[in-house]
């Protein structure tokens, strides 16, 4: 492998630390990655697009460890041939083989599931390693001198993980901080086990906290948090938008139709996907909580809803929800 100077995209952190910043800030479909380097081996975090588009990075490298099984923090994986490669063993399946990269996804519409998986292949890049190596909650990577512990952060996708390594670094991963909000729009994403990442993740003491996109390093524990707030209220906005939306019986389909994620604008190949699989886990979390009936099969309307009062004030609402800008995970 060769090694590649990345000029002013090379940022240092600390001795051991740098990240690779993906084009446009990190903002999809680049990503940051990151990269440590010990006395005795070196680790690259998530090789982004940049990296395949690069043909490496500035050191050699002895592993690649992915953070999750997703297009953009996978895509250069196949530039290191010769290390090792590892992932959370719950995402495992996503990163040995194509299929099971596709199952993460479980998109249902077969033409939109075909040209996903051609667009993760010539826009991606990616190459299976069925050589990959699963590792837990709490494993560290030993690097001489600098240790990267796992942190399991599973609800984006179900192995999604953050990476604490020494000298005040944390590797946020696609908890990214964005006013997008968190995204939990494949079959692999749950919304319960994202609330309980969110919550884990705020008591991570650090200097640095790094995104793989868009926010890029987030400078102090203050603004982190101040951050992260934000973030989380995405969740909030949207499941309250959907319940207002609901005060007149709906399909799932509607929902779906109405766009509770992307602004009507977006134009990408999952949108309608991602939108179905964020509607269905918030409409599962209204039915668990009693905060709608299924009037008639297949519709679903607020609980104690007082009719038209109901739809005009969920207008006012999805116009704030899509004031958020428009970045995604
Ligand atoms: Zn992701």
Redesign the pocket.
């Known amino acids: 492998m060769r090694e590649v100077d990345w000029g002013g995209r090379d940022r240092r952190l600390t001795e051991g630390v740098r990240i690779l910043c993906g084009g446009e800030d990190g903002k999809y479909p680049a990503a940051n990655s990151l990269l440590v380097q010990g006395r005795s081996e070196a680790i690259v975090i998530d090789p982004s697009v940049e990296v395949v588009a690069r043909g490496g990075v500035p050191v050699p490298v002895d592993a690649v460890v992915n953070s ?1 099984a ?1 297009e ?2 996978v895509a250069g994986n196949g530039v290191f041939p010769g290390a090792r490669v590892h992932v959370h063993e719950a995402d495992l399946p996503g990163i040995r083989s194509l299929d099971g990269f596709m199952a993460v996804f479980g998109i249902e519409h077969v033409e939109t599931r075909r040209r996903w998986r051609a667009s993760v292949l010539d826009e991606f890049h990616f190459a299976p390693r069925p050589d990959a190596r699963g590792f837990r909650d709490g494993d560290v990577f030993e690097l001489g001198g600098l240790a990267v512990e796992a942190v399991h952060l599973p609800g ?2 179900r192995g ?1 993980s953050g990476f604490r390594v020494d000298g005040g670094v944390f590797y946020l ?2 908890i990214d901080l964005t006013g997008f909000g968190p ?1 939990y729009g494949d079959a692999w994403s749950d919304l319960d086990d994202f609330e309980a990442s969110l919550r884990r993740v705020r008591d991570e003491e650090a200097d640095w906290y790094v995104t ?1 996109h868009h926010k890029g390093v987030v400078e102090g524990r203050k603004r982190f948090l101040e951050l992260l707030d934000a973030f989380e209220a995405v969740i909030g906005r949207r499941h309250d938008a959907m319940l207002e939306f609901l005060g007149e019986p709906r399909s799932l389909d509607e929902l779906v139709e109405r766009r509770f994620v992307y602004r009507p604008h977006v134009d990408t190949l999952l949108v309608e996907h991602v939108e179905r699989r964020t509607a269905t886990l918030h409409l599962e979390r209204m039915r668990a909580r009693g905060e709608v009936d299924e009037v008639e099969p297949g519709r679903f309307a607020r609980r104690g809803r007082r009719g038209r009062a109901g739809a005009i004030r969920a207008a006012g609402s999805l116009s704030a929800l899509r004031g958020e800008p428009d970045v995604e ?1």
């Open positions: 999750h997703h953009d923090h984006h996708t999604h991963s696609d995204y793989s995970g």
